[in-house]
């Protein structure tokens, strides 16, 4: 007997996925099973009962979440689109949900296909710190902690010099392992919320720790310990020594990628933090 399951032509099928990265050693699978690509592949193939690859916009860091991940995988089974949200969440830990999916037709040999890493034209970052004398048990694992006063203007004042293309190698991880260094900084903005300051950051791809390694450098001049033209000069050092410490991982956020409309993705409008 044919199986009908198979009988249908090759489709990409797009997720956006939303986690908590507190309880998952980052996105990319390890042999340790604790990643959120592990978990994701592994409720697939539970519901679908066969194991699919998948390939992920951009991955995190242990820590790190995701308030829309986008993720897509290759199949010819027949499913209904709204199944592989309801189906695949029914397998996944409560930290982990698909939160959209759509279907794209086509040949995955053509180079402009819907690729969820190289049609991304842009990613965003929020990074959310807790700025209080004291520390928060309600904000943590979810927001980064500083204890002395900020100065939210001095901050917006740095950033300047980082908006266009850049070798951002003084913001560069170590272990990075991006070809190049020069990335287009397209937005950062900064704005506080009360006790919260949060950081929102736009560019076409970041390096390894980049964002934590502005935070932490624009946290040395919103506290007064560096003038706002030291961000700069550190843009042009190219020196990683230079910066100031990699931040916590706590408050970041994985908050949109950005694709051509062409795609028609179902994505989420907004990439707003409504709980702080």
């Known amino acids: 007997m044919q199986n009908t399951t198979e009988a249908t032509p090759f489709k990409r099928i797009v997720l956006g996925l939303q986690y908590d990265g507190l309880a998952w050693h980052g996105y990319q699978k390890q042999e340790s099973g604790l990643t959120v690509q592990d978990q994701l592949e592994n409720a697939l193939e539970k519901f679908a009962r066969v194991r699919l690859a998948t390939t992920c916009a951009g991955r995190t860091d242990t820590g790190v979440h995701a308030l829309e991940q986008v993720v897509h995988f290759d199949t010819g089974l027949s499913r209904d689109i709204h199944s592989w949200v309801r189906g695949v969440n029914a397998f996944l830990p409560a930290s982990i949900a698909v939160r959209w999916a759509t279907e794209l037709a ?128 550190l843009l042009e050092t190219k020196d990683r020594h230079a910066a100031a410490p990699t931040f916590m991982p706590d408050g970041l956020y994985l908050a949109k990628i950005d694709y051509d409309p062409q795609w028609g993705l179902p994505q989420d409008a907004s990439s707003a933090l409504p709980w702080f």
């Not at 819907?114 to 928060?136: D, G, I, K, M, Q």
């Not at 919260?196 to 310990?225: C, D, E, K, P």
Request: charged share 20%; glycine share 8%; aromatic share 12%.
């Open 106 to 233: 086509g040949d995955p040999t053509v180079n402009d296909f819907f690729h969820a890493r190289f049609s991304a034209r842009a990613r965003t970052y929020h990074y959310v710190l807790y700025n209080n004398p004291t520390r928060s048990p309600l904000v943590e694992g979810r927001a980064g902690f500083f204890f002395r006063p900020l100065d939210v203007e001095l901050m917006r004042q740095a950033v300047q010099p980082l908006l266009g293309w850049h070798d951002f190698t003084a913001f560069r991880a170590a272990q990075c392992q991006a070809k190049s260094p020069v990335k287009l900084m397209h937005d950062i903005r900064i704005e506080r919320r009360g006790d919260m300051v949060i950081f929102t950051i736009t560019a076409n791809a970041f390096l390894h720790h980049m964002v934590r390694n502005l935070v932490g450098s624009l946290v040395y001049i919103g506290s007064g310990r560096e003038a706002p033209e030291w961000l700069g000069q």
